[in-house]
């Protein structure tokens, strides 16, 4: 049996609800928070999703997040509030690489929760 977009909705609520935090990640992630970026001012951000419809989600705003010089960004994840459970992830097709030290901007536009 499949869920229909009502119940698609109310489960993506409900994680949208809890994953709260952003990190940002040189390259695949896997299951945790492997090659998340570090140093300079790098921390991670904060996101705050929107109503979901159609069984998607998206950040009422675009989300900046400091970025080290050298760093690669290849892919984000979104985390509990205390940043101990991961819930999703996100690859860029374009990542991109900072000479100096920066802002990636995690457009809101282009980022959501799915399921799938």
């Known amino acids: 049996m ?9 489960a993506i609520a409900a994680v949208a609800e809890v994953a709260v935090q952003v990190s940002l990640h040189s390259s695949d992630p896997g299951t945790g928070a492997s090659n998340e970026l570090s140093g300079g001012s790098y921390a991670r951000g904060t996101v705050t999703w929107g109503t979901p419809s159609g069984g998607i989600v998206k950040p009422t705003a675009d989300i900046a997040i400091q970025v080290p010089a050298g760093a690669t960004v290849a892919y984000a994840a ?7 459970t ?9 990542p991109e690489t900072f000479a100096n030290a920066g802002t990636f901007t995690l457009s809101a536009a282009q980022t959501s929760l799915t399921f799938g």
């Open 2 to 10: 499949a869920f229909d977009s009502t119940a698609d909705n109310l």
């Open 78 to 84: 979104f985390w509990s509030s205390d940043g101990t």
């Open 86 to 94: 991961r819930y999703a992830k996100q690859a860029f097709a374009s």
